[in-house]
């Protein structure tokens, strides 16, 4: 009977401890998402101070031209493009990883990412680029317009093959294959125009590849916004369907949760966010395998309904440090995104591992 008690009692500091860190976890990651988004607009080339930053955004005239240039022109788009993407590349991570039960699953596991790329490649590594671009500016893209519509056109391509696949297959293993070999396709033909391709065009290929969260201006935003922010709803609205799926999908089925319609939401709305993504700022990687951990870490749960906004705020944060990493700031130089997104996922990916190695080997 003392026994039962004590462990009762245990276990009711335990959650109480744990509802404690939490309380103090949504407190401090607004505070840290503000903090990064501020020091984003104020870093750079060009040192700006932040209460000059504050004046800009505020309205204020007393504030010299060039910097409100900076700020309103190219670092605020900037910055709102990194948190957007942040949050909808940890989000649609958590998804896979969900939806396949395997915590090394990223949002460009189903192909994604390689539609988009073989897209690019179409364009950019063909003689037809110039048509495209002018295809891209009568649909009102500015800039960079003829990769983003090349990206999104071969994101939408890949995504529409793998969401009539999932209507079809019982198992989400063998949507899984499907979606690799899809990738490995994409990436024969991406090698094959690699091989007839000028320099110059190479080149802006190359590039591209990087990721950058700077090439999207305020007239993209008006499109890329809106499709992040709708696939971060429907991902909202899925909470409880995502954690009956955490047990896998016959637990989920026993649950009354219509699994094929669920899989093809699921499958939906991430390809929907990394597909924007991988259009608008290049194939960013490595966020949407280490933000889900990052989250089930701190928070010390699997429960969507917390994870959920906690990853949307950890995804933003670390988009906007790892941009600002990538500017070098006081420097005239860039680093590739990509790069500096590997120096912070890769190592979350190696605990990981680890972490399912030791407990492995306490199960034995």
Request: glycine residues 10%; contains cysteine; charged residues 10%.
């Amino acid at each position: 009977m003392i026994g039962d008690v004590s462990v009762t009692v245990s276990a009711h500091a335990g959650i109480h401890h744990h509802g404690k860190q939490r309380r103090i976890l949504w407190i401090c990651l607004p505070m840290v998402l503000f903090l990064v988004f501020a020091l984003e607009l104020a870093l750079g080339s060009v040192h700006i101070p932040l209460g000059d930053v504050v004046s800009i955004l505020t309205g204020s005239v007393d504030v010299d031209a060039s910097w409100r240039r900076i700020v309103l022109l190219y670092r605020l788009p900037r910055a709102l493009t990194a948190v957007l993407a942040g949050s909808a590349l940890g989000m649609a991570g958590l998804k896979m990883q969900t939806l396949f039960r395997n915590p090394l699953a990223d949002p460009y596991v189903l192909g994604i990412s390689s539609g988009a790329h073989l897209g690019v490649a179409v364009v950019v590594l063909s003689a037809g680029g110039l048509g495209w671009t002018a295809l891209a500016e009568k649909a009102g893209f500015l800039g960079n317009a003829s990769m983003i519509l090349a990206a999104t056109l071969g994101a939408l391509g890949a995504m529409a093959v793998v969401l009539a696949v999932a209507r079809r297959v019982e198992n989400s293993l063998t949507l899984l294959i499907i979606g690799i070999m899809i990738g490995y396709l994409s990436s024969a033909v991406v090698n094959i125009l690699v091989q007839f391709a000028l320099e110059h065009q190479l080149q802006a290929y190359v590039a591209w590849t990087f990721g950058s969260f700077g090439q999207v201006t305020w007239r993209q935003l008006g499109v890329f916004a809106p499709a992040i922010l709708c696939g971060l709803g429907l991902c909202a609205a899925m909470t409880k369907v995502l954690n009956a799926m955490l047990l896998g999908e016959d637990y989920a089925s026993s649950l009354g949760v219509d699994v094929r319609r669920a899989r093809f939401l699921i499958i939906f709305g991430a390809s929907l966010l990394a597909g924007v993504v991988t259009a608008y700022c290049g194939p960013v990687s490595f966020l949407g395998i280490a933000v889900p951990h990052l989250g089930r870490m701190l928070l010390r749960t699997s429960d969507h309904r917390f994870l959920t906004p906690a990853v949307i705020l950890i995804g933003a944060v670390l988009a906007l440090s790892a941009d600002m990493l990538a500017q070098l700031p006081g420097a005239k130089s860039l680093l590739p995104l990509n790069s500096v997104t590997a120096l912070i996922g890769a190592p979350v990916v190696v605990w990981v591992i680890m972490k399912r190695r030791q407990v492995m080997e306490a199960g034995v």
